[in-house]
C-alpha cells in the first residue's frame, strides 16, 4: 500500500481557473505536509508547508489540511501556464524535517494550464 | 544566504563503471543532507541521510554508497554501476526545522 497517494494526471485546466490537486496519505500520526513544485527536468522547489488542519493561504495558492480525513490538497487560483509543472505531496510524521524524521513523497501531479 | 550546490548536471555512464556525486552547502553550518533518487513514475525515494560529518544512515539497501568528509560536503558512490541505477538525484538539505532544500539534481543515464 502507498503511503502517499497522488494522481499523476495529467490535470488540465484553462488559464485563469482553479486548478485543485488532492494528496491522500495513509499514517494517521502524520503532523507535516509540504507541498512541491517541479519543473520538467528541474528539481523540487517549496512552495508551502501545512502542519495545522484548515486552509492557509499564500498568494494564489492555498494549502487545505483534513487529518480526520487523511488528506491534503493544493489550491492554485487563477492559473497561469507559468503554473504547468508537477506538484509533489511530502508527508513527515514529525512537526521538524531532520535527520530523524522519515519524509515520504507521493509520484506527484501533473498540471497542464491551458492558454 | 544559503545555497547548495551539485554537480555534473548530466552523466552518461556505462554498466560497470564507478560513480561520484558530489554536493556541497553554502551558508550555513552543520546541516542534514540527504540523498533522493527519482525514477520516471516513481516518488523521491531517500537513499541516505546525514546529520553529521562521517554518520550515514541507509535507507534503501543497494550498490550505492555515501559519505560525508567535511561539514557541508555529501559524496554519492558506486563502485560498479547497474542499469537499474538511472534516474534523477538529487541533493538536499534542511535547516534543523521545517523544509528542505534541493540542489539542481543529476541526470544519470546507464548504458
Known amino acids: 500500500q502507498k503511503e502517499v497517494e497522488q494522481n499523476s494526471g495529467p490535470l488540465s485546466v484553462p488559464e485563469g481557473a482553479i486548478a485543485s490537486l488532492n494528496c491522500t496519505y495513509s499514517d494517521r500520526g502524520s503532523q507535516s505536509f509540504f507541498w512541491y513544485r517541479q519543473y520538467s527536468g528541474k528539481s523540487p522547489e517549496l512552495i508551502m508547508f501545512?502542519?495545522?488542519?484548515g486552509d492557509k493561504e499564500d498568494g494564489r495558492f492555498t494549502a487545505q489540511l483534513n487529518k480526520a480525513s487523511q488528506y491534503v490538497s493544493l489550491l492554485i487560483r487563477d492559473s497561469q501556464p507559468s503554473d504547468s509543472a508537477t506538484y509533489l505531496c511530502?508527508?513527515?510524521?514529525?512537526?521538524?524535517?531532520?535527520?530523524?524524521?522519515?519524509?515520504?513523497f507521493g509520484i506527484g501531479t501533473k498540471l497542464q494550464v491551458i492558454p | 544566504s544559503q545555497t547548495i550546490h551539485q554537480w555534473p548536471a548530466t552523466l552518461v555512464q556505462p554498466v560497470g563503471s564507478p560513480l561520484s556525486l558530489e554536493c556541497t552547502v553554502e551558508g550555513t553550518s552543520n546541516p542534514n543532507l540527504y540523498w533522493y533518487r527519482q525514477a520516471a513514475g516513481r516518488g523521491l525515494q531517500l537513499l541516505f541521510y546525514s546529520v553529521g560529518i562521517g554518520q550515514i544512515s541507509s535507507e534503501v539497501p543497494q550498490n550505492l554508497s555515501a559519505s560525508r568528509p567535511q561539514d557541508r560536503q555529501f559524496i554519492l558512490s558506486s563502485k560498479k554501476l547497474l542499469l537499474s541505477d538511472s534516474g534523477f538525484y538529487l541533493c538536499?538539505?534542511?535547516?534543523?526545522?521545517?523544509?528542505?532544500?534541493f540542489g539542481q539534481g543529476t541526470r544519470l543515464t546507464v548504458v
Open positions: 538536499a538539505w534542511s535547516p534543523r526545522a521545517t523544509e528542505a532544500f
Open positions: 501545512i502542519y495545522s488542519n
Open positions: 511530502a508527508v513527515t510524521p514529525g512537526a521538524l524535517w531532520g535527520g530523524y524524521q522519515k519524509v515520504t
